[in-house]
Each structure stands twice: as C-alpha cells, then as structure tokens.
C-alpha cells in the first residue's frame, strides 16, 4: 500500500482529517523548534526529552500540566465562541483582569459568609465582569462596525490600568507588591488531588465545555449565533436579530474569560495581584484555533498548551534553553493551523520527496 | 487647569507627538498598501518587533546603525514574506495567520535577544542613528523645534508617505493595487498579476514597519527591549483604517493617537493628582472613540480578507 493511499484514507474520514492536521501542526511546529534548538547550539532530543518529564513524568507533574491548563481552557472556550459566530475576541486577557478582581473584592468583602454561597457568588461576579467588559466591543461592531480585534486589544490596555487603578487607590494591601489581601479560605477552592496545586477549576472548566458544546449544538441560541457567523446577511434575512446576537455571544465570551480570571484568584493566587496574567488571554487564540474552535477540541488543546507550560519549568531548569522558545512553536502552530494546504505540502515533501509532490 | 493646558499645547508636546507618530505612521501605511491588495495585516505588530530588533542586531555586530536600519528593513520585509506566503499562497485565514506571525515573533525575539546577549530584558546598548537638524526650516520660528535634531527616520517618514500616496493614487502602480483588493477578478481578468500585486504589497508593509521599528530600537532609544512595539502595530491599523486606506489619512490618524500619548505622558509629569493609570489609558480610549466614529463612513477595499482563486 503506497503512502498516498492512506493519506487519502486518513483524510477520507472527516472529523479524523482536522485532527490530522492538527497534530502534524504540532509536530511540524516542534520539529522547526528543535532545529532552533540545535542552531543555539543545545540538544533538541534532551531539551524535549526534560519537556515532557515536566509535564508527564509523575503524578505533581501531571497535576501541574492539569493546573496549567485550566485558564486556558477557559481563554480557549471563550476565543472559540467568538470565533464561531465570526467575532475575533482577542480581550479575553481583559475580561479575565476584571473577572479576576471582582472575584477577589467579592470574597473580600464577604468574609462572614459560609463557602456554599460565596463561592458560587463570586464565581458569578466575575463572569459577569467578563461579560459586561467583552459585551462592549460587541456592541460597538454590532452598532458602529469598529473591528472588535482593535477594540478589545485596546481594551486589554484599558483593563490592565483599570485594575492596577483601583488595587493601587482602593484595595491594595501592605507591602511593595500592588494585591489585595487574601481572600478568606472558605473562598478557596478545594483541592482534586492531595500534595498537588490542582483544584476543583479543572471540574469547572470541564462542565463548562460541555455547557458550551450543549449551547452550541442543541439551542437555538447555538443555532442563532452561528447562522451569524457563517453569513450574516443570509442570517439577518432569515430573520435573525444579528446585531444582539452579537453582543450576547460576546457577553458569553467574556463571561467565560471571566471565569479565567475568577479560578485562578479562588484556586491558585488567593488574591488579586496587579498585572498576574503571562498572557492567558493570548494563548486562548492559539488554544482556541488549534481545536478548531469546537468545545472538545479546545480542551484538547489547552491540555497541550498546559503540557508545555508545566514542560517549560523543567526544559529550563536542566538545559538553560529560555522558555520563549515555546512561544515560537505556539506562533507556528497558528501559522500551520491557519493553512491546511502548507501541511498538506508539508507533508508531501517530508513524506514522499520531490516526485510525488508534483501530484498535489 | 492652565498648567494642564500649557502641557497640552506646548511646542515639545507636537514636537513629541511627530516622533512618537513615526513609527505607527510607517506602519500604517504598511497597513494601507496591504490592505488596499485585499490583505488584512494584523502582522504589522510583529513586523514592527522583528525591525526593531534586527537594527539593534545589526548595530550590534557591526557597529554601524546605518548596517542595523538595513537589516530592519530586510528583516521586515521577509517576515512580511512569510506571512503573504501563508494568506495568499496557503490561503490562510489573514486574521488567524497574523495572530500567529505576531506571537511567533514575539517569541523569537525574547528568544533570540537571550541567545545572542543572554538577557530578557533590554539588550546592550548600541551605536544609533545620529540626530539631524533640518538647514533651513530650523531657522523659521516657531516651528524650528520640529526640524531641529530629530532622527533622520522622522524626515524619511513625511517623504515616504507622500511618495506613497502619489504611488498609491497617482500611477498605474498603485491603480493595479487599489484594483486587486476591490475586484481582483476583474484585475485578472486585464491580465494584472493578482498574487505578485499581493506579495508586493504585503512584503513592502514589512519593509515600512521594518522602518518604524527601527525608529524605535536606532532613532528614539538606542537599545532593544522585550515587547518593544507594545502595540503600536495594532495602533496602526486603527491609525489605517481611521485614515480612509489612504498614506495621508493614516499619518493624521496617527498623529492624532502620539499626540494624545503625548500629553498623556506630559500630564503624568505634572502630577495631577489623577492616578497615572487613568491617564495612561487616554491613548487606547481615544483610539476606540475614533474608530466607533470613524467606520461609520468609511468602506474597505471589496475584497478585503478574502482568497482570490487563481490555483498555480
């Protein structure tokens, strides 16, 4: 059987074809990291090898991967949505700064309260903060048409300021670092496994995808939203009122981001802390395109993204490789997403050399 | 109030605000070539980095800053290469694809600044570009301080967007562009090279962004730092798209965006008693403000962000 054949097969089965693209995204991304790598003049096989030690080697390890990823599932969720009603939403950095504050003045200000309730008060309080900052570059594309990937990128800026604002001027506590105080424990999430860092977020985020995949497939809001997406004119015909789906989808984007924010001051910081996120709200794009901005998909690729965070700890800390290189492969593997026929090409030219490339 | 008004209006407040323009104006301009060719270029971010850190480079090894304004360019244009290689060979989604050029960039340049200097934070210091004072426009008062010991950057971005405007609109050139990113198949049609005028266009929005982040790295400071553009490349597509697809348009649009960064880091010298981060946010809220206003009346090119057919 010649490699041509179960290359069609293989794209034959659809569904099986996009996550086909996806992992040979992934691998032709690592490979160009290793040849980095070894330009820099350090070992690839080792530097992936400590990778992969740190993210899978033992049980903390795994826990660490499993805490990585949660924000990002969260991003990638809300990323996603945006995306499948053809909306860029590159704020959700923003909306997981305010989700993230609000939570913590939340659980601040109610310290009397048993967990039962506030935990879920302030999980609420800050999608709703989420919401409301992302439904404002809904509402100025649906009324104005302003590009919602310039607005919420200016947004980040304007979120960022406002929360050190308010920390710096209303809620900061003593010390050299700009944070709130802790937040009472009753307000922390509780732990999944013993003598790890991973807490009840993961089960959040999890119900969360599958809230997001029964929106999507089984509402007629899921229905709405991705009419909208797909043509609007042929959307607003059909009788859809486009414009608020707008705004509603990305006030459920935030709110999602939100939540970003929210677990990870209730389950990882126990405070706010001016400036916390390495770029949550970025990755998410990245996240969100790699699984091809469907609810399971994106949980698959926040675990992967989550795999390279907790990797990058120890390929640093064995082989003083700096940790930016991921940031390269996480570039690429966009670059590669975005352009199923340069993986198709790709592939030819590593898989089968030059005479059968020309059949492509 | 009159301190604050003083701050405003002052000559070193302009004079600043046409510095801080020139990179995101260049940049623009990118913007404008790119997209009146019907390719979106959220790229101009990492095109703007990749410059800046490419003339630090070349300034580095060389010595010469002139070498490190070459290399910007060069460095610039291929980057921009690879992203019109990615939307109009590939087909990319042009949005995704400069999401990914941008954080691709992002990281090979921490990651490169670390290989080469074993630093994340800012680089060495390096050889800049000398400052130059305009002969005779520095003697008419008033507006003597704009000509006076500016880098040689700001004099060559007023030329290049008037060459590009009369490129843009004034010669067949520019009409062949205009004509791929409104009706490409009718360009075809006339026998124009619809994915050379998109390469062309795309690379020379690289080459321009090259120039504006070696403004940044060479002719305001003379170093290199993490994150250098700090947004100014999405700046410049508001700044574009503000200014009507148009050079000229763009450059008021951007001079509008320094100019509110420019007294916004006046104001925060004077201290106002405002927290500084209510005022930093001046520049970001004005560029929304503009842009909710501004799209109203404006129309991209047709065929903007879409892949025009023409298979091999």
Known sequence: MNPKSIWQRLKNLSGLSELLYSLLAIVFALLIGAILIYLSGHDALGAYYHLFVGAFGSTYNIAQTLLKSIPLIFTGLAVAIGFQSGLFNIGAEGQLYWGALITAIIAISLPNLSGFVLVPLALMGGSLAGAI?????????????????????????????????????????????????????????????????????LIL???????????????????????????????????????????????????????????????????????????????????????????IGVLGAALLFGALEAGKVSMQLFTEIPGDLLTVVQGLVILFVAAPSFIRLFSTLLGRGKGLFANE | MNKVLAAIFSLNTLSAAIRMATPIALAAMGGTFSERSGVINIGLEGMILTGAFAGVAGSFYTGSPWVGLLLALFAGGLLAAIFAIFTVKFKANHVVAGVGLNIFALGLTTWLMQVLWGTRGTSPNVNGLPRVTIPVLNRIPVIDKLFANQSPIVYMMFLLIIVGWIFLFKTPYGLRIRMTGERPEAADTLGINVRRIKYFSVILSGVLSGLGGAYLSLGHLNWFSMNMSAGRGYMALAANIFGQWNPLGGLGASFLFSFSEAVQIRLQSINLGVGNELIQMIPYVITIAVLAGAVIKSRPPEALGEHYGNEK
């Open chain 1, 205 to 295: 985020g999890i119900a969360v995808v599958l809230a997001t995949k029964f929106l999507l497939s089984s509402t007629s809001l899921g229905f709405d939203l991705k009419a909208v997406g797909k043509n609007l004119s042929a959307a607003q015909y059909g009788g859809i009122p486009a414009r608020n789906v707008m705004v509603l989808t990305m006030a459920i984007s935030g709110a999602v981001a939100g939540l970003a924010g929210s677990t990870i001051v209730m389950g990882v910081l126990g405070r706010f802390i001016t400036n916390f996120s390495p770029g949550y709200g970025f990755t998410g794009i990245a996240v969100a395109v790699l699984g091809r901005n469907r609810p």
């Open chain 1, 133 to 201: 900052w992302a439904a404002i570059p809904g509402y100025l594309k649906s009324r104005t048409g302003a590009h919602e990937v310039i607005t919420t990128i200016m947004l980040n800026y304007i979120a960022t300021l406002g929360t050190t604002f308010l920390v710096k001027n209303f809620f900061k506590t003593q010390g050299p670092v700009d944070q709130t105080k802790t937040i009472p424990t009753q307000a922390r999430l509780p732990k999944l496994i013993p003598n790890t860092r991973l807490t009840w977020a």
